[in-house]
């Protein structure tokens, strides 16, 4: 890709696009997963629409409901030398296959000496706010950032949904691709670039406090830093996009900047990767802050059914608000 151009696109556009331009450039990317074809109308969602037609059932195969299947499937294929975009609908749905995910595709290259390359995407959809309940609205991320070997991403805008992905199918490591899907359907200005994994962005720049957060958290904190900026509180907002290996650096200097940090996340607090953040925050900025380092996450439970318990149980920004307020104060 030699040359950047922008057009709107909504996440779901962004990711066909990234998929539809890494097919055309490498007959070795593949698409599998349950309805990607377009007889199944390109996926729950859409965002496979139009592949099968241009690349043939060969290169996008809609798989039986079976999760074991796809991934183990993704990992002989990327073993043969193919690059495959596993799509596993929901991310608590990953668990069924979290033995193929964890023991297999997130070790065969140390297994192997470095011998063995692992080159899988496993594309997943989350997020609450449409009330589906607690086994279809999970943030999972902290267990696969725990896991040596896997890398993880998460857009929170098309942008970066676009050249995520493309960076995500050329990595030689098993790369978790979350989507959320209330950021769906909101389009954006999308240079289409490479993202490099690994590398956050300061998607706001500020002097009072530091926000650092990934996927619809950024959302609604950009939302919160214009309000406040109204009333004279200046607020750095750091987009992680790559949970793992997350920007040590990026996030660092900002927070020694501002002196304040707030980690947000739509995964419940308790052992989340706010607790990772902030811990090497202390450790590096100790004595450099003007207060300790906040987290922000969902209740520990299972995501409610409920509408008004939902919205309870998720990061609102009117918490977001209130935390840097308090951080402020």
Same mark, same amino acid.
């Given at each position: 890709?030699?040359?950047a151009t922008t057009q709107k696109m909504t996440v779901i556009e962004a990711i066909n696009t990234a998929l539809h331009e890494a097919m055309e450039a490498d007959p070795k990317?593949?698409?599998?997963?349950?309805?990607?074809?377009?007889?199944?109308?390109?996926?729950?969602?859409?965002?496979?629409?139009?592949?099968? $037609?241009?690349?043939? *059932?060969?290169?996008?195969? &809609?798989? @039986?409901?079976?999760?074991?299947?796809?991934?183990? /499937? +993704? #990992?002989?294929?990327?073993?043969?030398?193919?690059?495959?975009?596993?799509?596993?609908?929901?991310?608590?749905?990953?668990?069924?296959?979290?033995?193929?995910?964890?023991?297999?595709a997130a070790k065969l290259r140390f297994m192997s000496g470095g011998q063995t390359n692992v080159p899988i995407v496993i594309r997943t959809m989350t997020g609450a706010g449409?009330?589906?309940?607690?086994?279809?609205?999970?943030?999972?991320?902290?267990?696969?950032?725990? $896991?040596?070997?896997? *890398?993880?991403?998460?857009? &929170?805008? @098309?942008?970066?949904?676009?050249?995520?992905?493309? /960076? +995500? #199918?050329?990595?030689?490591?098993?790369?978790?691709?979350?989507?959320?899907?209330?950021?769906?359907?909101?389009?954006?200005?999308?240079?289409?670039?490479?993202?490099?994994?690994?590398?956050?962005?300061?998607?706001?720049?500020?002097?009072?406090?530091?926000?650092?957060?990934?996927?619809?958290?950024?959302?609604?904190?950009?939302?919160?830093?214009?309000?406040?900026?109204?009333?004279?509180?200046?607020?750095?907002?750091?987009?992680?996009?790559?949970?793992?290996?997350?920007?040590?650096?990026?996030?660092?200097?900002?927070?020694?900047?501002?002196?304040? /940090?707030?980690?947000?996340?739509?995964?419940?607090?308790?052992?989340?990767?706010?607790?990772?953040?902030?811990?090497?925050?202390?450790?590096?900025?100790?004595?450099?802050?003007?207060?300790?380092?906040?987290?922000?996450?969902?209740?520990?439970?299972?995501?409610?059914?409920?509408?008004?318990?939902?919205?309870?149980?998720?990061?609102?920004?009117?918490?977001?608000?209130?935390?840097?307020?308090?951080?402020?104060?």
């Open positions: 890709m030699t040359e990317v593949l698409v599998l997963g349950e309805e990607v074809g377009d007889e199944q109308d390109g996926g729950v969602m859409g965002v496979t629409k139009g592949l099968s $037609t241009k690349f043939g *059932k060969d290169r996008v195969k &809609s798989t @039986p409901i079976s999760e074991q299947a796809i991934i183990g /499937a +993704a #990992i002989g294929a990327s073993v043969g030398g193919y690059k495959p975009v596993a799509e596993i609908m929901l991310m608590n749905f990953t668990t069924v296959a979290m033995d193929m995910i964890v023991n297999h449409f009330s589906t309940g607690g086994q279809h609205s999970d943030y999972l991320e902290a267990w696969f950032a725990h $896991t040596a070997g896997m *890398k993880v991403v998460a857009p &929170s805008n @098309p942008e970066d949904a676009y050249g995520l992905m493309r /960076a +995500a #199918i050329d990595d030689p490591d098993p790369v978790l691709f979350i989507e959320n899907l209330p950021t769906y359907w909101t389009p954006h200005p999308v240079k289409k670039q490479v993202v490099p994994i690994g590398k956050a962005k300061v998607a706001r720049e500020g002097s009072d406090v530091t926000v650092i957060g990934h996927s619809l958290m950024i959302v609604h904190a950009l939302a919160v830093a214009e309000k406040l900026a109204g009333e004279g509180i200046s607020v750095e907002v750091v987009d992680l996009r790559t949970i793992s290996p997350w920007d040590r650096e990026t996030v660092l200097a900002s927070a020694r900047k501002t002196g304040r /940090a707030l980690v947000v996340h739509e995964a419940v607090k308790q052992f989340g990767i706010g607790a990772e953040i902030a811990s090497v925050i202390n450790e590096e900025l100790w004595g450099q802050l003007k207060a300790p380092v906040k987290r922000l996450g969902a209740a520990f439970a299972p995501v409610p059914f409920s509408k008004p318990l939902e919205t309870a149980f998720v990061p609102q920004p009117a918490d977001i608000e209130a935390a840097i307020r308090a951080l402020v104060a």
